[in-house]
């Protein structure tokens, strides 16, 4: 699907062949290994003369030791560091940014919403989702950051953060574990991004790996912080029946996600008739359009990713100016 979103993101080069060794059902580990390949020409982030643990300033805006500058004051910034000679000659609340010095946090947030277990083209959604997000634990190898991964849960802790091939393996671990079925304590893509904003630091990266309609069930102003104090991006995942479906009418097998086998039953939807195909707009369109115009006007770098489109082409993301914030 073509946008015109701020953030979409066309790339015009080669990319390495991705491995395509698995089912496209379920995750398998030695394929989010061998995507490694695919972020293997990335130039790697700027390091200290001390190596990774070193003191490399982030470009990033974070809180560190050394001020940076100060801007106009959001909701969720901390109070503590408000510019009080700022805000009294102008008017307005102003709050101090400062020049991140540590090992930067790159944070894969999943999804796993039933609706993502779920595909028509070369893989499904659920599968793309765990390619993305090893990608992304790749691709903060190559940076030198630390990486860490958590989902909606009230029950299972976070991945904690980790550097090296061995944090990205435990990530990948935990991403073939979520991604092969739904599981039975999800909570959500809101929770899991309250766990998230409980462990972020100032001046990470977040990838948010999210169905459309999960990120149109979240408040709008919960955006903005976030990406003022991070670099955000979330990853639409999208199956092209969703998208573009035929005029014609679909068989469903639906029932229980616990035990299809037993509680299965056919559902057809007659897409040929006008009022069954704005209702299929409605439920998968519209929540995609909206994620791809709004988030970028709210700071977040985002793009919608198709179970047929190659899992780390969403990667010249990384690293690009923030858009600006109304």
């Known amino acids: 699907m073509t946008s015109n979103a701020p953030e979409s993101i066309v790339s015009t080069s080669t990319p390495p062949r991705e491995d ?3 089912n496209g059902v379920v995750p398998t580990l030695p394929e989010l290994v061998a995507l490694r390949q695919a972020v293997a020409g990335r130039r790697p982030a700027q390091r200290g003369r001390f190596g990774v643990s070193g003191h490399a300033l982030s470009p990033l805006r974070g809180r560190g030791m050394e001020y940076a500058e100060s801007r106009e004051y959001v909701a969720g910034d901390d109070a503590r560091h408000i510019d009080w000679r700022l805000t009294a000659r102008t008017g307005r609340a102003h709050t101090k940014l400062f020049q991140a010095e540590r090992e930067r946090l790159s944070l894969i947030v999943a999804d796993t919403s039933p609706s993502l277990y779920f595909g028509t083209r070369v893989r499904f959604k659920s599968v ?3 390619r993305a997000g090893a990608v992304a634990a790749w691709a903060a190898v190559r940076d030198g950051d630390r990486i860490a991964a958590l989902r909606g849960s009230q029950r299972e802790a976070p991945i904690p953060p980790a550097a090296g091939p061995r944090g990205a393996l435990r990530v990948l671990d935990a991403l073939v574990r979520w991604y092969a079925r739904p599981p039975e304590d999800d909570a959500g ?3 899991a991004l309250d766990h998230a904003q409980r ?3 100032p001046g990470s990266r977040l990838v948010v790996l999210a169905d459309p309609a999960s990120i149109a069930a979240l408040p709008a102003q919960r955006w903005p912080a976030l990406a003022h104090h991070h670099e955000v991006i979330v990853l639409l995942l999208t199956d092209p029946l969703e998208v573009a479906p035929p005029k014609a009418s679909l068989p469903f097998l639906g029932g229980s996600s616990v035990d299809m086998a037993r509680d299965a039953h056919r559902i057809d939807v007659d897409l040929s008739v006008a009022a069954q195909r704005q209702a299929w707009r409605n439920e998968f369109g519209r929540p995609l359009e909206a994620a791809l115009a709004q988030l970028p006007a709210r700071g977040v770098r985002v793009q919608a990713l198709s179970t047929q489109a190659e ?5 010249p993301l990384l ?3 923030r858009p600006l914030v109304a």
Do not use: D, I
Request: glycine residues 16%.
């Open 20 to 22: 395509t060794s698995g």
């Open 128 to 130: 793309q989702a765990a």
């Open 189 to 191: 893509l809101g929770v």
């Open 199 to 201: 462990l972020l630091r």
């Open 311 to 315: 899992s780390a082409s969403w990667l």
């Open 319 to 321: 690293g690009r100016n």
